[in-house]
Structure formats: structure tokens, C-alpha cells
């Protein structure tokens, strides 16, 4: 197995070496699937890179592209086994944006109903804002 650099105090690096047990659902050289100990939503998973990348801007190409298929396969075999209705795939980037543990990660939150304890809102700002002045910020 492909050796990787172990941050110290990183919890999930200590999980991606297997020093600390996780509940791992898929594993390789690169990557590993385990359940998140907080289970939001039965099945609720986290897929991390094995080497250390503090989040989504900071992993190369490859293997952000290559965990987006573990996501698909593992989220594949929790709607079979668990009978998800659907999922919400989510990864939240630094801690304005509730990222706690500082080891990129993508969270696979299976949904069961509309009023599950999981739940994301995008506010309608639509009449707040000039979606023109937006773009040009962005594109500029
Ligand atoms: P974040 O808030 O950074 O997006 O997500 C971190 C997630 O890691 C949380 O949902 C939390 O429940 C989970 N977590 C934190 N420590 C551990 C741990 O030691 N083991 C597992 N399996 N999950 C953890
Ligand atoms: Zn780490």
C-alpha cells in the first residue's frame, strides 16, 4: 500500500492510517469511506483523501475526481441497502462555513423524508440583489 504523509493531530489522518478505528466502508490507496460518528442521517458517510488536504481548493484533480466516484459507488450501495430516498453531497470549506475538521472531506448525507434532522435552506435573495452586478464581479 501506497505510503502517505500523516498530519499530527488530525483526526481523520489517524483514521485514513487506521491508528484511530473508523467504521470504513471503502478503502484504496488514495482514499477511504467511513461513517460519520455523528450519523445525521442513518448511513451518514465521509469520504476523505488519505494525504492531508486542508479542503476542497487544496486537493489536486485527480484525486477530487477520483473520490467524486467513490462518492457515486458508495452512495450507490447505501440507497440499495438502506433504501435511501435520496442524498444530499455536500463539503463544506473553512470554518465561516461549518468546516470543523480541517482534512478535506465529503459528507454523503442519505435523506429519508423532506423533514429529516439534516436539512439545507437556500435563501430567495433574488429581490435583494442585482444578479448583473453579480456576474460582472465574477467574470471581470
Ligand atoms: P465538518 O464539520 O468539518 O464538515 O465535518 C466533520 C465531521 O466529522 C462531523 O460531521 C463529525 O461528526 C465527524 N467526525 C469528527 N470526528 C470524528 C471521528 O473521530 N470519527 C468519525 N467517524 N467522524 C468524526
Ligand atoms: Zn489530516
Known amino acids: 500500500e501506497m505510503e502517505v504523509m500523516i498530519m499530527d493531530n488530525c483526526i481523520f489522518c489517524k483514521i485514513a492510517s487506521h491508528q484511530i478505528p473508523g467504521k470504513i466502508l471503502y478503502e ?16 451518514h458517510t465521509l469520504v476523505i483523501p488519505k494525504k492531508h488536504y486542508q479542503h476542497v481548493l487544496d486537493v489536486d484533480q485527480e484525486t477530487l475526481g477520483h473520490m467524486m466516484s467513490v462518492v457515486q459507488r458508495v452512495a450507490c450501495q447505501i440507497e440499495e441497502k438502506m433504501n435511501t430516498k435520496g442524498f444530499n453531497i455536500v463539503s463544506n470549506m473553512n470554518e465561516v462555513a461549518g468546516q470543523s475538521v480541517h482534512h478535506f472531506h465529503i459528507h454523503i448525507i442519505p435523506r429519508y423524508q423532506t423533514d429529516d434532522p439534516f436539512h439545507i435552506q437556500y435563501t430567495d435573495r433574488s429581490g435583494d440583489v442585482d444578479l448583473e452586478t453579480i456576474y460582472q464581479q465574477i467574470i471581470d
Not at 490507496?29 to 445525521?40: E, G, P
Open 28 to 43: 484504496d490507496d488514495v482514499c477511504m469511506a467511513f461513517l460519520d460518528l455523528s450519523q445525521t442521517t442513518n448511513g
